[in-house]
């Protein structure tokens, strides 16, 4: 498209101001913005301002999960299990490491962040550590799959490097990236971060398995025989990655994702809790626990909807591929967005100055036919990194880290 037909279908959507200093490029720049523009997907922006499919007109129930003391009565069996997959090259790791983290405040990817206190330990360096527990006791080299967005690839695949993988065969990482999506103010209108470039922020954690495909790496899975692939977040340091005996019950339940629960601190803890809706596995949102469902007792005499996710899942990669072409609700995410003022100034706001549009892999495991909810110690697998300070943050995961033993 040239520019007066990009001015045309800008008009048409109300999105005139990503022009605004087009005379000011060189031709370079003008051609990289009309091509970002014309590769933009702006349908994502009529999302704003819909009312979230809450669990309004769901049909609500509770999920069995597999809890610690059943699991200690299982654990020969489904730890020589995961142990035989895992021999027979039937898992792969995904690490989903495209997010921003602007809770965090870092410019750098999020995983390059130094917890260390007498040394250097990167969050990297404590994933990749965890895994090659796994890889010593089986044996068998786990092939990585790392996921990165437009804003940190460079940076990421460059710091692994420099430090050799920590230690992880290169030959069983693989990088691959995750789509854009623009950002917004609150009206609606997509910001300019340079005077060529759209405000675009990654779009979210749901679309892992369709970029593995568009990078040619679910060719490559099946190609290398691999069943499962354990998909898990950056920022907890402390989680069991390729865990056997999470496989192995996984396997042996005969169901198609496992996802890693621990029980809450207290029944009005703000985590998302597993449950089934409509007969599916679900994650349900805190705020859409009601009292009702919350006091819900089993048998026993136990909360019922009392096991928060940990975004740590196992996921059998022919049941996901059936479903990875339906389209996954688009969430409106208030976030900080760093754009150029009126006098083209960039700033970088200290408070939520608009919108960015996300896919989350919560929904793509409402698509998938059956959960084992697998119970974890909290105290021995939770320390995510999210904020500088306070819960889920740089103070309170290495503090955890260390009550595990670890020295930083
Ligand atoms: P978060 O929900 O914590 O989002 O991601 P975030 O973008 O990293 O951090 P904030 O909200 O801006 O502070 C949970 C996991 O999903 C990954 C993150 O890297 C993290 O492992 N993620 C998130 C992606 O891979 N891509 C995304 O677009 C978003």
Redesign the pocket.
């Known amino acids: 498209m040239n520019v007066e037909q990009i001015k045309e279908k800008l008009k048409a959507i109300h999105q005139e101001q990503l022009l605004t200093y087009y005379d000011e490029l060189d031709e370079e720049q003008k051609t990289q913005l009309l091509s970002q523009i014309e590769g933009t997907d702006f349908s994502v922006l009529s999302h704003i301002g819909e009312k979230n499919d809450t669990a309004d007109n769901a049909q609500i129930t509770p999920i069995k999960a597999l809890t610690l003391p059943e699991i200690k009565e299982q654990e020969a069996s489904i730890k020589n299990t995961g142990v035989q997959a895992i021999r027979s090259g039937k898992l792969g790791a995904v690490?989903?490491?495209?997010?921003?983290?602007?809770?965090?405040g870092s410019d750098s990817p999020?995983g390059m962040y130094d917890i260390g206190i007498t040394k250097p330990v990167f969050i990297f360096q404590r994933l990749i550590e965890n895994l090659l527990d796994v890889v010593k006791e089986t044996e068998t080299c786990i092939h990585l799959f790392i996921?990165?967005?437009d804003k940190n690839h460079e940076m990421t695949t460059a710091f692994l490097e420099e430090k050799e993988y920590f230690g992880y065969d290169k030959n069983f990482i693989h990088f691959f990236q995750?789509d854009m999506a623009p950002a917004t103010d609150y009206e609606g209108k997509i910001y300019l971060e340079e005077k060529g470039k759209l405000a675009s922020?990654?779009?979210?954690?749901g679309g892992?398995l369709t970029s593995m495909r568009n990078a040619g790496l679910l060719e490559f899975v099946h190609k290398e025989g691999i069943e499962w692939l354990n998909v898990?977040?950056?920022?907890n340091v402390l989680q069991r990655i390729a865990d056997p005996l999470f496989l192995g019950a996984a396997i042996e339940s005969g169901c198609t994702v496992g996802a890693k629960v621990v029980r809450k601190n207290d029944p009005d803890e703000k985590v998302g809790v597993m449950c089934l809706k409509n007969g599916h596995p679900s994650i349900m949102e805190y705020y859409d626990l009601t009292p009702e469902l919350r006091d819900t007792l089993d048998e026993n005499g136990e909360r019922v909807y009392n096991f928060g996710v940990i975004?740590n899942y196992l996921i059998e990669v022919k049941n996901a591929e059936q479903v990875m072409n339906q389209a996954l609700p688009v969430h409106v995410?208030e976030?900080k967005i760093p754009y150029l003022d009126e006098n083209g100034i960039l700033v970088k706001p200290e408070k939520p100055n608009g919108y960015k549009f996300?896919t989350l892999?919560l929904d793509l495991i409402e698509l998938m036919d059956q959960c084992l909810p697998f119970e974890v110690e909290r105290e021995k697998e939770f320390a995510?990194i999210?904020?500088k300070t306070g819960v889920d943050s740089v103070e309170s995961a290495p503090a955890l880290l260390k009550k595990n033993g670890y020295t930083l």
């Open positions: 690490l989903l490491a495209g997010g921003m983290g602007t809770r965090l999020k996921m990165t967005s995750q922020s990654p779009n979210g954690n892992w898990f977040a950056v920022d975004l995410v976030k996300e892999i995510p999210k904020n």
